[in-house]
């Protein structure tokens, strides 16, 4: 199965290390990021977990939820645990998901059979509130995720949902962003009444709003 933006992202039942949840319940009302490992440890993943613990005040601030996810069973998850507070001095301060029986990783579509039949790829997917998958990567085996861009992207996802607006390539927060395509002069004067500033018709800046 392949799951593409702006699909509801799958519900689904399954056993993880802060107990069982039912997907959609679980993520109630936040935001949602959903990454998945090859198998519980591996050196890349290892640094990659202790990572997204240390940013739990960036995820509450969001409003986001984060929940991992590998093949292996529960009580590997646990160990594996402990290994990674001893090395990146941070707790798993977060649920991950035991799929032992593939049912999740089938779902997301995230074994991938040219790759390995057995284990699961690096996915990672961002869902929005309304359950809706707004961004879905996947990483090669040797290059760890950078999680700070996972939370740029959540930033501008919230803040083009809020206002009428792009955001261009590597942007930041409080950097000048595009009046969305959408928008023409007349409303756009409305919206932004301290002016833009033109570059092409189609390439209007305007400085972020709700500063």
């Not at 399954?14 to 198998?39: E, M, N, Y």
């Amino acid at each position: 199965m392949t799951v593409q933006l702006g699909q509801i992202a799958p519900d689904f039942e399954q056993d993880t290390t802060q107990g069982r949840i039912r997907f959609h319940q679980w993520l109630g009302d936040s935001w949602g990021v959903l990454f998945s490992h090859p198998k519980d440890f591996t050196p890349v993943c290892t640094t990659e977990l202790g990572a997204v613990a240390r940013l739990q005040p960036e995820w509450r601030r969001r409003n986001v939820k984060v929940i991992g996810l590998s093949v292996d069973p529960l009580e590997s998850h646990h160990r594996w645990e402990g290994d990674i507070a001893e090395t990146q001095g941070a707790a798993v301060n977060f649920p991950m998901i035991a799929d032992p029986d593939r049912k999740v990783s089938a779902l997301y579509g995230m074994v991938h059979p040219e790759a390995d039949p057995t284990i699961t790829v690096r996915s990672v997917f961002v869902i929005d509130p309304a359950k809706k998958v707004r961004l879905s990567l996947t990483y090669p085996p040797s290059a760890g995720r950078n999680f700070q861009e996972v939370l740029r992207v959540i930033d501008s996802l919230q803040l083009t949902d809020g206002y009428k607006v792009t955001t261009p390539a590597d942007w930041q927060q409080g950097g000048d962003v595009i009046i969305a395509p959408s928008v023409n002069d007349e409303s756009a004067r409305a919206l932004f009444p301290a002016g833009w500033t033109t570059l092409k018709p189609y390439l209007r800046m305007v400085k972020q709003p709700g500063l």
